[in-house]
Structures are given as C-alpha cells and as structure tokens.
C-alpha cells in the first residue's frame, strides 16, 4: 500500500468514526429529549360557573370589552411557572401554554363572560358611542400553580359602564384545589393544575358579571348621591357599591 493510499484510508477511518460518534449523540439526545405539552385556559370544563350572574329581565346581550391582562413578568413567559416554597420558582420546558398566559387569562374571562351573562365582547370592534359597555380591566397580581394542592388567583379587577363612566373596583382572591395525580410513569399529570385555574377564572367571572349587574341596574336609576362633605360645588358623587362576595 502506497503512503498515498494509506493516508486516504486513515482520514476515511476518522470521518467514519467521527460521523459514528455524531450519530449516537443525536439518536441519545432524541430519546432522551420529552415532547412538548401545550395547554389553554380557553374550552368547556366540567364545572359550571360558581356564581349564577343576575341580569333582570334583559334579555339582550350586553356589551362587555375585556381589556388585555396584566399578570406578573414570572409567569408571563411560555413555559408553565410552579411556586416551589421558599420563594423559589420551577419553569417547565416541556410544559407550556399554548399563547402568553396575559391572553390565556383575557380570553377564558371573555368566553365565560359571553356565555353566561350573555354578552358580546367588542373589545376591538366597533360600536356606536352612545352604546352602554362595560369596560373591565384586570390586574393579576398572583398567579400561583402548585401541582396537588392549588392553584391561586389573585386580582385587582374594575368594571366601567361607559358612557357614563360610573366603575366598580374590586379584589378577588380564589384558591382552587387541584386533585393530585400522576402519569403511569410516574411523573406529574399537570391537566388537573390548568383546570383548577380554569375553574379560578370562572369564579372570578362570577363575580364580574355580577358587578356588571349592579352597574346595569343603577344605570336604570337616577343615581343621585348627597355630596360628602368639603365635595366640589356642582359635582355629585357617585354612589358606593359593594363588591360582589365570594360564593
């Protein structure tokens, strides 16, 4: 064999063992990476919404614009975000919600919204100026998952029936159990986590629609108030509604 051969055939060794060597990494890596889950807030669940939501008689939808949500920066990313204890955070790479959690939360609030009032959401849309909508507004300030225990909402959420601009701010807190489960191999079952928030939100659009309610009936009156004392001349008060109670 001449030096010539002999080289070609020692650099066709090396790059068949290189090539080997770059196989198994990759075959290794493909089985041990896990698939990706991606899960809503949006859909039908077994639970109906916790509150019924009084309208009186109307029987025309109203119409609601449910603004985009403010959640905390932890949780507003793709991966699901599980409180650990301790002050500590657990981002799952394989777990993640199937739009930005904001949106998750915005559009769950809206269907449970449209279907139980009923409402229309024109969030959006065009409407006329004179129409009466009820604006709300929410700001997410906990947003806790911990899988087989619960999972937490808490809030800050306001309701604006424009054009008259009379609101209601309130403060909901809703802790749902979350049912422990596993997978047959053993790891974590984390359908029971978002439906237990699912269920958060709709106790929460209880709530709501029936603040909408309220704002809905005193619309209808004439909404007249003794001014508190050292008020502006000319400028009557709103009245003081309550909020809603949790069920």
């Known amino acids: 064999m001449s030096h010539t051969t002999a080289l070609k055939s020692h650099r066709l060794h090396r790059a068949l063992v290189a090539a080997g060597l770059a196989a198994t990494l990759l075959l290794g890596a493909c089985a041990e990476s896990a698939p990706f889950s991606y899960y809503t807030l949006v859909g039908p669940v077994d639970a109906v919404p916790a509150t019924p939501i009084p309208l009186g008689t109307a029987r025309a939808p109203v119409l609601i614009e449910v603004m985009p949500t403010n959640v905390p920066q932890q949780v507003q990313r ?26 998750e939360i915005s559009q769950a609030l809206s269907q449970d919204l449209t279907r139980s009032l009923p409402a229309i959401d024109v969030y959006r849309s065009t409407h006329a100026d004179t129409q009466a909508v009820y604006r709300i507004a929410l700001n997410v300030q906990r947003f806790d998952s911990v899988p087989g225990s619960r999972a937490t909402l808490d809030a800050v959420w306001s309701v604006t029936l424009n054009p008259r601009g009379v609101a209601m701010t309130c403060h909901t807190t809703v802790n749902q159990p979350v049912a422990a489960g596993g997978l047959s191999d053993g790891g974590t079952d984390y359908t029971a986590l978002v439906l237990a928030h699912r269920q958060a939100i709709q106790q929460l659009a209880g709530q709501i629609g029936i603040a909408i309610g309220t704002l809905g009936r005193l619309s209808g009156s004439a909404m007249t108030a003794t001014p508190a004392s050292g008020a502006t001349a000319g400028v009557t008060p709103g009245p003081v509604i309550a909020c809603p109670t949790a069920s």
Do not use: H, I, M, Y
């Open 78 to 103: 793709p991966q699901l975000v599980l409180t650990t204890g301790g002050g500590q955070v657990k981002f799952l790479e394989q777990q993640r919600w199937s739009q930005p959690v904001a949106d």
